[in-house]
């Protein structure tokens, strides 16, 4: 059984109306909710395996943050440029590529791109990913090149305002 965490990044200043889209850092309140949420996980005795995120500035310090939490070095994350405006495909292809020994893996994103690929997963639905929320599901595989094609399971959904 492998595990997949989908993760919007935490919340992103708007503080520098100059700053491109992609550069946005995260806010107080995505710095404390990041850690808060990973702690949330490892409360439920989740554990993450590998760490694959979109290489813009909130969404990688979102990923970092998570690491540290679980005493993870930043330099494991795995960045896929694809998602950063992600389609579907995009998301199924960095699954794929996904390391085999890893059993459960987070993917940092941005909306509004994770929401749509959670909608497609299973008969689970969200409206709107907030920021920082997780949207975990289960697929009996071996490789993460069945992802794409296995049947899913909706495990859970939680986000910082959801407690």
């Known amino acids: 059984m492998k595990h997949v965490l989908l993760i919007r990044h935490a919340k992103s200043s708007w503080d520098d109306a100059a700053m491109t889209d992609f550069d946005r850092p995260l806010n107080d309140r995505g710095k404390e909710d990041a850690p808060k949420m990973a702690e949330r996980l490892l409360e439920k005795e989740v554990s993450i395996d590998a760490f694959i995120s979109s290489p813009a500035k909130r969404a990688k310090k979102t990923a970092s943050l998570f690491a540290k939490e679980y005493n993870r070095d930043k330099?494991?994350?795995?960045?896929?440029?694809?998602?950063?405006?992600?389609?579907?495909?995009?998301?199924?292809?960095?699954?794929?590529?996904?390391?085999?020994?890893?059993?459960?893996?987070?993917?940092?994103?941005?909306?509004?791109?994770?929401?749509?690929?959670?909608?497609?997963?299973?008969?689970?639905?969200?409206?709107?990913?907030?920021?920082?929320?997780?949207?975990?599901?289960?697929?009996?595989?071996?490789?993460?090149?069945?992802?794409?094609?296995?049947?899913?399971e909706f495990w859970f959904f939680d986000y910082p305002k959801g407690k």
Not at 82 to 95: G, M, V
Not at 102 to 115: D, E, K, M, R, Y
Request: glycine share 2%; aromatic share 10%; net charge negative.
């Open 75 to 152: 330099d494991e994350i795995i960045l896929v440029s694809e998602l950063y405006h992600p389609s579907s495909e995009a998301f199924y292809t960095a699954i794929a590529h996904a390391p085999n020994d890893a059993n459960t893996i987070a993917v940092f994103s941005h909306n509004p791109g994770i929401t749509e690929f959670a909608n497609e997963l299973t008969s689970a639905r969200v409206d709107d990913m907030p920021t920082c929320a997780i949207f975990a599901v289960k697929a009996d595989i071996k490789q993460w090149s069945e992802f794409k094609e296995a049947e899913k």
